[in-house]
Structure formats: structure tokens, C-alpha cells
């Protein structure tokens, strides 16, 4: 549903002029900057540090074996954002995806993030997945509040999940949404076919 001629794509969030494009092996030294950036609670919901070049490599290592499929955010040149839609194909959840989205504090609050997460929605739809999942730390209010005002519900609590550099540990929220059931209801209204 997703196609790769929807990108670049450039788009107004708020202030701030965004293009996004799918990531790519290039990308990997900006996308590095960017994560090194960030305040280290932002990226506790993460599985992996994304801040360590190594990390970063497997990712984009998973970009082309097809297991992620990941959008960047660009603003004047810079990373300000970017998205992952993980799946394990060989898994028993492999109608499963994770949902991962990451946004500079530079460019909160104008709707990047939104953008980001419903891009990936889109992504999510076209690779037929039928559920999204996204781990946050329960303290990570605006992000909670942004997937649940575009349909994402609490599905579980994991106490003292993920521990930060510090050595403090925080709970991690998942959220959920039944993209099937999504699917469902744009067929039903006969405007599926506008994605």
C-alpha cells in the first residue's frame, strides 16, 4: 500500500518544513548524529541503542533484508526524526509489527511525529500486518497521548523494564492497534484504495 513513489515526500508540520524519504545505507551517518542528540531517556523505548554505530548498522542491515521498513525525517539537511516498522516474519507473531518512532525535541509539538506514525501506519498496512504494537516509558506522556488520539490502546505494563545509563530503572507502557480491523473499516467505506 506504501509505494516507493510516495517518497520524498515534503510536507509542512507546523513550522518546520519536513521531507520524507525512506531509509537507506547512505542515511546511516546522519541518522547516527541524530540519535546521538537525543536526551537518553528518548530512546529507553527503543530495543536496541541506536545512539552506537554498531546498532545503527543492523538496522540498516535489517532495512535490506526486509524485516524493517523505516522513513527519515528531514529538516534543512538534519535528521530531525525517523520510524521503524520491525516484523518477524518467522516468528509466531508475524502478523505482528513494532512500531518505532524516534523525534528530535526540536520539532515536538508540530506534528512530526504524528506524520511519522501515520506513514507507518500506511507502511504497516501495505505489508498486511494485522496488528501494531509501541513500547514507550509510562513518563513519555505527549507520545502516549499522540497514539492514542490516532487509535492506539494500553495492552500491557512491564515494571522496571529497560534500565537507563544512570542504572534507574523505568516501566514500559505497550500500546496497540488492530490495523486488520482498520483495513476492514476503510474496505467497508470503499476508500481503500486513496492510500
Known amino acids: 500500500m506504501t509505494r516507493d513513489d ?39 523505548f527503543m530495543r536496541r541503542d541506536i545512539s552506537q554505530p554498531k546498532v545503527l548498522s543492523a538496522w540498516v542491515k535489517e532495512i535490506h533484508t526486509g524485516t524493517i521498513d523505516s522513513l527519515v525525517a528531514w529538516r534543512d539537511g538534519a535528521v530531525v526524526g525517523c520510524t521503524g516498522v520491525v516484523r518477524d516474519p518467522l516468528s509466531w507473531s508475524g502478523h505482528v509489527g513494532e512500531l518505532r518512532v524516534v523525534v528530535s525535541p526540536a520539532v515536538r509539538d508540530q506534528g512530526v511525529g504524528r506524520l511519522l506514525i501515520q506513514e507507518s501506519f500506511l507502511m504497516a498496512l501495505g505489508l498486511g500486518l494485522e496488528k501494531l504494537v509501541a513500547h514507550m516509558t509510562v513518563d513519555q506522556k505527549g507520545a502516549i497521548a499522540v497514539f492514542e488520539g490516532m487509535g492506539f490502546r494500553p495492552e500491557a505494563l512491564l515494571r522496571d523494564h529497560v534500565r537507563d545509563p544512570s542504572g534507574t530503572k523505568h516501566d514500559i507502557v505497550i500500546l496497540s492497534h488492530d490495523v486488520a480491523q482498520f483495513q476492514a473499516q476503510l474496505e467497508a467505506y470503499g476508500i481503500n484504495d486513496a492510500f
Do not use: S, W
Open 6 to 44: 510516495r517518497y520524498p515526500r515534503k510536507v509542512t508540520c507546523g513550522t518546520a518544513q519536513i521531507t520524507l524519504t525512506r531509509m537507506v545505507g547512505t542515511d546511516e551517518p546522519a541518522v547516527l548524529a541524530f540519535a546521538r542528540g537525543l536526551p537518553p531517556h528518548d530512546l529507553l
